[in-house]
């Protein structure tokens, strides 16, 4: 972390999964329609409410489509945290989704960052439920030094949104207390 009150985060996930809302209903606290993004959007984001109350967020959103994963790396060397968004009915793509996960947390780097899953689109009918997503993406037989955490959400309402700032903080502030206590 650079300074104590802001963190870097690289919010990653298949494209249409809902990331580039999430971003903006962090942000304006509000539904934004959001057009496919081409490359990345990027927004600094001051917490107001939950432990993370007061720190600042300056939270990358990569683009998900095929093409762009390769680039996924690039940002999340800079980075305190990986979000890492799902579609919670898509379940076809969820195996696709395990696939790019595994693949992101291949490279050392990326495993000693705290990793949260957001468990998007809860509001849809045929959504799966946490632990059901927890299961099919594998997050029980990630590298055992990996920390990570799973929040289920809604970016259309922004439920959860909340949630998911307080864990990921959560998570990078335990791993900072394990990093000095070594
Ligand atoms: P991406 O940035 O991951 O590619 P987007 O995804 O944020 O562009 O969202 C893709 C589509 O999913 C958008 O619909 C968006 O409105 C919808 N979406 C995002 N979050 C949720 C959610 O929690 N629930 C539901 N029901 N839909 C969601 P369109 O129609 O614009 O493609
Ligand atoms: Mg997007």
Not at 35 to 55: F, Q
Not at 71 to 95: A, P
Not at 164 to 173: N, P
């Amino acid at each position: 972390m650079g300074s104590s009150s802001s963190v870097q985060l690289t919010m990653l996930g298949l494209d249409s999964s809902g990331k580039t809302t999430i971003l903006y209903h962090m942000k304006f606290e509000q539904y934004t329609n959001a057009t496919p993004t081409i490359s990345y959007n990027c927004e600094t984001i001051k917490v107001k409410e939950g432990s993370a109350k007061g720190i600042t967020f300056k939270i990358w959103d990569v683009g998900g489509q095929d093409n762009k994963r390769p680039l996924w790396n690039q940002y999340t060397r800079s980075s305190d945290g990986i979000i890492f968004v799902v579609d919670s009915e898509d379940k076809e793509r969820l195996e696709e989704a395990k696939l790019e996960l595994i693949r992101l947390l291949k490279a050392p780097d990326n495993q000693k960052l705290p990793l949260l899953v957001i468990a998007n689109k809860q509001d849809l009918q045929h959504s799966l439920s946490l632990h059901e997503i927890e299961t099919l993406l594998g997050l029980r037989d990630l590298h055992p030094g990996q920390m990570w955490s799973i929040i289920g959400a809604c970016a259309i309402t922004g439920e959860g949104l909340t949630e998911a700032m307080d864990a990921m903080y959560d998570l990078i502030v335990k791993r900072k207390s394990h990093k000095r206590k070594k």
